[in-house]
């Protein structure tokens, strides 16, 4: 994949500072090209450093908040304000301290009656804000993923029917390992974006890492983040060393 960079920084904290740079260049081309910046963020415990850098000095001002559309790659079946709500989270680290405009914020309806109706809206919604690329399905500016230690990527876990979903934008699943509905992303709506960001830190996940960045194809998908590859656009995958420590790539 020749539309795909590697990333790997000696610690934590410079795999967040590369990331918060990546996602204030990113924000500022697409802000420049179209007038804004269409992103989609992503929940876990990576992020969270993340989020809170972009937020302090000097990099307050590097985002051109006014202009985002704020998306969320997935969550939880949850309201707004739960504790485990993806929302909340971003809310909480990012989006209360930054002046995004919030009729620019879109939460996933994790409390909606019919999850799979909500997912299906959530679809037109995107729709509706993002432009779409040359696949003709929306394109984001950025998607910002994270992966688990077993290679699951927004909620798209291994052995789910999520994995093959080849028609819908946003779809509402059943994960039997957590128990729990999820709404996420799919692999068309994620692999149509202009660029992805994956933040991977820490040894636990060296292993599927390692799968994950495998150059035989057949070993890459049989996880879920393997199959992430960006039709036209870009791929950032950025790693510390621990998380690199089963591949060749060094910082
Ligand atoms: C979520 C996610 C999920 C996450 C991974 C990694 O909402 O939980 O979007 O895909 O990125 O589970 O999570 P950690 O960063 O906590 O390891």
Redesign the pocket.
Known sequence: MNNRKILVEPNVERALQTAADLVATIACEAVAARGQFTMAL??????HPLYELLTKPPRTDTVPWQDAQVFF??E?DVPADHPDS?YRMVQQTLLDRVPVRLEHVHPMPGDAADLDQAAGQYAELIIDHVAAGPSGLPAFDLIL????GDG????IFPGTPALEESRKLVMTHFVPVLGRKRMTFTLPLINAARNILFLVTGVDKAEAVEKVLSENPAVASELPAGRVRPTDGTLFFLMDTGAARKTNYRP
């Open positions: 992503s929940g876990g415990t990576t992020p790659g997935d939880r993806n993923l994270g992966m688990g699951h990527t927004a909620s």
